[in-house]
């Protein structure tokens, strides 16, 4: 069950800091803002990155 609550987590705060990173760098790049586009994309590399580490940082 933690595992799922930390998912969670990330899956929250990458959604959040994805959204404001995508609107700050549509505005600097002059191009259009898609909200669920860069929030999946921002969900599933912070997904990815968090357990990659996980993964890799176990001790076998």
Do not use: C, H, Q
Not at 19 to 28: R, T
Request: a neutral charge.
């Amino acid at each position: 069950m933690k595992i799922i609550e930390a998912n969670l987590v990330v899956i929250f705060w990458a959604f959040i800091f994805g959204e404001v990173i995508g609107y700050i760098g549509s505005k600097l790049e002059v191009m259009t803002y898609s909200p669920l586009t860069i929030g999946i994309v921002a969900v599933i590399v912070g997904l990815v990155f968090t357990n990659g580490l996980k993964l890799l940082g176990r001790a076998d």
